[in-house]
């Protein structure tokens, strides 16, 4: 049931982990063609030099056994070092070649993933039903069902080879050695040629099928999409909670500034604004605190409390709200509006003053 849940594409960050594990996409395939047709061209050519590289050995061998009454340990030791030489001058410059096209046709798919935790031991790697499990999978079942079509395509192609061959094997009496050796190399050469044409298709088809195979293993269900999110972005109640708090902290900190406020300019319950001008520190009005709705009553609140002259203005309240930010200083263009408000403000302790 839990396979059939998993409809949703992987995150890249399982994606990320899988790649840690050491699971990627790969098509084995897509490898052994490449790997055969590498060593196919390298065959064919350095035929002639391994060919060439061989008769100098064969040749050289059978003159020094000849010239010998027995074989001395020391002989053998020196036949064995040349036929070394030889290998070594012709099959490891194909092995390399092999080699190599395996590394880059693997690290293509892989992007050359190197991973320590295929190297770590693990007990459900030897455990007996996690290996039925593998041995019965779907996977291991297509895996089966292709090795036995390749082996099929690989007999018929041998097979049809082999009975044209036969065919004109009474013909082959009557020709030179040279021209013998000539056309079994052409038709070894047509043979693999086919086989490398069949199996460019067996592995394209094995590519999309491992691709389309590697990313349904990777799919996840919702719950665990929800999961890796609470897990790299947090809960979205506790970050609530916290942004909530952080909120009511930043409020608590601009209404302990209104007290410093020599006016509160609001519109009329909607925004409220408290400034603040000390001629002789700052170039000009300074927001101390400012808010809407619920902000705004709080601020009126604290006006109220500490006795600060509270001023009914709507479209500078608005405009003072919308455009200055928290402990900046008010923009030029509504320098005439509270320049004005402040002086009735000012006026008006000067009358209070007066009349106590």
């Given at each position: ?5 998993k ?22 395939d ?6 055969l047709i ?22 050289a061998q059978?003159?020094?056994?000849s ?10 030791m020196?036949?064995a070092?040349?036929?070394?030489l030889?290998?070594a001058?012709t099959?490891l410059p ?14 293509a798919?892989?992007k ?6 295929l190297?770590k031991?693990?007990?459900?790697r ?8 593998k ?7 297509v895996e089966l069902i292709?090795?036995?079509?390749k ?6 192609i ?13 013909n ?5 050695v040279a021209?013998t050796?000539?056309?079994m190399?052409?038709?070894v ?9 069949i ?7 094995d590519?999309?099928?491992q ?9 996840m269900?919702k719950?665990?999409v ?10 979205p ?10 909120q009511?902290v930043?409020?608590n900190?601009m209404?302990q ?12 319950t ?8 000390d001629?002789k520190?700052?170039p000009?009005?300074i927001?101390l605190?400012k808010g ?5 009553y ?6 109220n409390?500490y006795?600060?002259?509270?001023v009914?203005?709507r479209?500078?309240?608005?405009g ?5 930010d928290?402990n900046t200083y008010?923009p ?6 509270v320049?004005e ?5 000012y006026g008006?302790?000067e009358?209070d003053?007066?009349?106590?």
């Open positions: 049931m839990a396979e059939l849940n409809t949703e594409k992987a995150t890249p960050k399982k994606r990320k982990d899988e790649r840690k594990k050491g699971n990627t996409f790969q098509s084995k897509a490898v052994s063609i490449i790997v590498a060593s196919f061209v390298a065959i064919s050519q350095f035929g002639g030099y391994i060919a060439q590289r061989l008769g100098y050995l064969y040749n059978i003159e020094r056994i010239s010998v009454n027995t074989l001395t340990p020391d002989l053998v020196r036949i070092f040349d036929c070394m030889v290998f001058m099959a194909i092995m390399m070649i092999a080699s190599a096209s395996a590394i880059l046709a693997t690290g798919q892989t050359f993933l190197v991973s320590g935790d190297l031991f693990k007990f459900s030897i455990s007996i039903i996690q290996g039925m499990k041995f019965f999978s779907l996977r291991s079942t292709k090795s036995l079509m082996i099929g395509i690989i007999i018929v041998i097979y049809r080879n082999l009975r044209e061959l036969l065919s004109v094997t009474p082959m009496i009557s020709m030179s021209d050796v000539t056309f190399i052409d038709q050469m047509s043979l693999v040629f086919s086989i490398c044409l199996f460019i298709a067996v592995a394209i088809i590519y999309v099928y691709w389309y195979d590697y990313e349904k293993r990777l799919k269900t719950q665990e929800k999961d890796e999110y609470k897990q790299t972005e947090g809960d109640f506790i970050k609530g909670k916290i942004k909530e708090r952080q009511k930043s409020m900190r209404i500034q209104v007290p410093k406020a020599d006016v509160i300019v609001r519109n009329p909607h925004f409220a604004v408290a400034l603040k001008y001629i520190k700052d000009a009005p927001v605190a809407q709705d619920y902000v705004a709080r601020i009126i609140e604290a006006g409390h006795n600060i002259p509270i009914e203005n479209p500078l309240a608005r003072l709200y919308e455009t200055v928290i008010i030029a263009e509504l320098y005439q509006a320049a408000l402040l002086a009735w403000v008006n302790k009358k003053k007066k009349q106590s």
